[in-house]
Structure formats: structure tokens, C-alpha cells
């Protein structure tokens, strides 16, 4: 298994929380706050299905809005665009999205052990290209999907839409962190946070 801290540090990735107060919305009042990462706050809507996840990251907003953005299976299914509901003390707007309510791997899931080789695939990769510094992920997952991949056609398709996304819109993947691969309540992995901007 890859160590994953170890992965991030040579990335100059760390764990960095984002430390803004929720945004005041409707929508948002009584809302249990579920998660938080560097750039985004998740709240349950508390009808089983459904988030609100408050977003500051370009990356993100363009990931989840996006006319060409990647679909599929393996991509989280955006419900709404609720628009702008604040700032983030980092100078990003907050935009307020209604999406599918996603999961933790458990583990020894069949949706574990899939994004467990992925990322073993992806660190792998990265090694490869490692002098390349900080287009060292875009290169590697370029490089991924564009050579033979042992792994299923469905997430093979997956990494070869986000590969062309992230070309497109200038964003670097943000696949080694365990936290940006969730799941559907169907057991289905999905790349749920899988891009970042520098
Ligand atoms: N669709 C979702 N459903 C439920 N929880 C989610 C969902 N998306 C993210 N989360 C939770 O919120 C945390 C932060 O979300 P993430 O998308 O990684 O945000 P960031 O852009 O801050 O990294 C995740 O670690 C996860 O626990
Ligand atoms: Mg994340």
C-alpha cells in the first residue's frame, strides 16, 4: 500500500481544513454540517439522498457546473446551482451546490479495493514524472490513460474524461487524498473531489 501523508508531503499537499464560519443561506439554516475539507463544507439536506456542499475552489465549481464536465458513473450527480452565497476568507466566492448525498469507503469493499489500485496505479505514475514538479499528476494521469490500464472499462473511461477535463479547464488532479474517492449507496466509487487548483 502506498503511504498516503507520505504521497501528499511531496506533493506540498497537507491537510489543511478550511476555517471559514458556514455561509448564511435558507437553505442552509438547521443544516448538520457532515464534512469539511480544504476548500469545501458539506451539510446533510436530511432527506437521505441529498447535500448541500458549499464550495470555494474554482476547480471544484467548474467540475461540478460545467457544460462539458465529465459524467458518468463514477462522477458525482449535481442536482442544483444555488449560486453565490458568501466568501471564503482565502478571496473565493462561496457557491452553494445541491448534489448526491455520497459515503466513506468502508473498508474491504469492493469500492475500497478499486480505489486502493487506482491509487496505486496513479502514486506509481506520479514517481515516474516526478521531476516534473507540480504538473507531475497532470503528466502522470495523462500518461495513465493513455497506455494500457488494468483496471475496468467503466473507471477506465472515468480517468480518461477527467484527464481531458483537467486539460481543458488548467485544474491538477487531486486524487491522493482517501477522502476524494466516496461511494453511492449501490457500492458504486465515485470520484467525488478529484481535481484542485494551484
Ligand atoms: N457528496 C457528498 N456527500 C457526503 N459527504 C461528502 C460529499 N462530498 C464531500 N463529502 C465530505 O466532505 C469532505 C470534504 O469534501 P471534499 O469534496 O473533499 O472537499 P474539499 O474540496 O474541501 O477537499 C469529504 O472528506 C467528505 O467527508
Ligand atoms: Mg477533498
Redesign the pocket.
Known sequence: MIDLDEARAKLGRQAI??PDPAPEHPLLQGKRE?????????F?KGDGER?Y?V???PA?YFLYTAEDRPRGPHF?IVHADHGIVGRACSGYPFHLLE??????LPVGSDAALLAAKLLEMYWSACQQWSRLGMDMGRIALHHMVTHPLDINEGMRESLRALSDFIEEYQVLP?LL?A??L?MRKDGTL?L??PV?IA
Open positions: 481544513v478550511l457532515i464534512g469539511r475539507g480544504e476548500y469545501s463544507i458539506v446533510d447535500v456542499k464550495i470555494s475552489s471544484d458525482p448534489m448526491e448525498k455520497l459515503y466513506p487531486d487524498n477522502d476524494n466516496m465515485v467525488s473531489d484542485f
